[in-house]
């Protein structure tokens, strides 16, 4: 079975452009978390989507969104990139939204400059 | 709120040696804690969770952690280190507000295996 798969794995952009990463989850997983991973620090939580609605949304501005389709795929955007944007971008799937055990993709490195 | 301290960014091990990566928490209730593991350009792989059942908790490729709650700690162990294990270290702690699920998560720890 296809883990978690998120595209694309690298992208560069410049500062004040539109990017969306998207995420594919596991078969059967019906919740997707996405996280923000700065290098040398830990993740941090963005958003968290279950049956294609928000359940959780971290210390993020608005110019982050996201969506969750029928397929339980899901999309960020980030509006206005800024230079701090810069991360790698991971989502992880879950089989519901209270299932303590996250499976996560690769990532996509954003390099914003 | 919750939140996991790991000491120590850096660790280095010569193989064979035992391993011991530390992460203490802080949660208002009991908590479900994870180590993670993060191979270089790769996403997060599960090491072990805590989730209150038995103390001493195993996990793949020989790790295993306890869970102290009255030292507030869950730190990470392998008797002997391999240098497959020369990854970044992440111990995270759950956050579960009502309806959802996220993990607040430490800043890691860079392992080292020394030949």
């Known amino acids: 079975d296809a883990g978690v798969t998120q595209s694309p794995t690298h992208l560069i952009k410049t500062r004040g452009q539109h990017v969306t990463l998207r995420c594919s989850p596991i078969s059967g997983h019906k919740s997707v978390s996405w996280y923000q991973q700065v290098l040398g620090q830990g993740p941090q939580f963005i958003f968290q989507y279950y049956e294609k609605e928000e359940r959780g949304r971290g210390n993020f501005p608005d110019r982050f969104s996201a969506r969750q389709f029928p397929n339980y795929s899901s999309e960020l955007n980030v509006n206005a990139l800024l230079l701090g944007d810069s991360a790698l971008y991971l989502c992880?799937?879950?089989?519901?939204?209270?299932?303590?055990?996250?499976?996560f993709g690769s990532g996509t490195q954003l390099s914003v400059l | 709120a919750q939140s996991v301290t790991q000491l120590g960014s850096h660790v280095s091990v010569s193989e064979g040696a035992l391993v011991l990566l530390r992460c203490n928490y802080s949660?208002?209730?009991?908590?479900?804690l994870f180590w993670y593991v993060q191979y270089p350009n790769q996403g997060l792989q599960l090491l072990l969770k805590?989730?209150?059942?038995?103390?001493l908790v195993k996990g793949i490729n020989g790790f295993e952690a306890e869970f102290k709650k009255s030292e507030t700690s869950f730190h990470l162990t392998k008797p002997s280190a391999h240098m497959s294990d020369a990854a970044e270290y992440f111990c995270?702690?759950?956050?579960?507000?009502?309806?959802?699920?996220?993990?607040?998560f430490g800043t890691g720890t860079r392992l080292k295996v020394l030949a």
């Open positions: 949660s208002s209730v009991p908590p479900y």
């Open positions: 805590y989730t209150s059942a038995a103390t």
């Open positions: 992880a799937s879950s089989l519901s939204a209270t299932n303590e055990k996250l499976f």
């Open positions: 995270a702690v759950s956050d579960r507000p009502s309806g959802t699920y996220k993990y607040i």
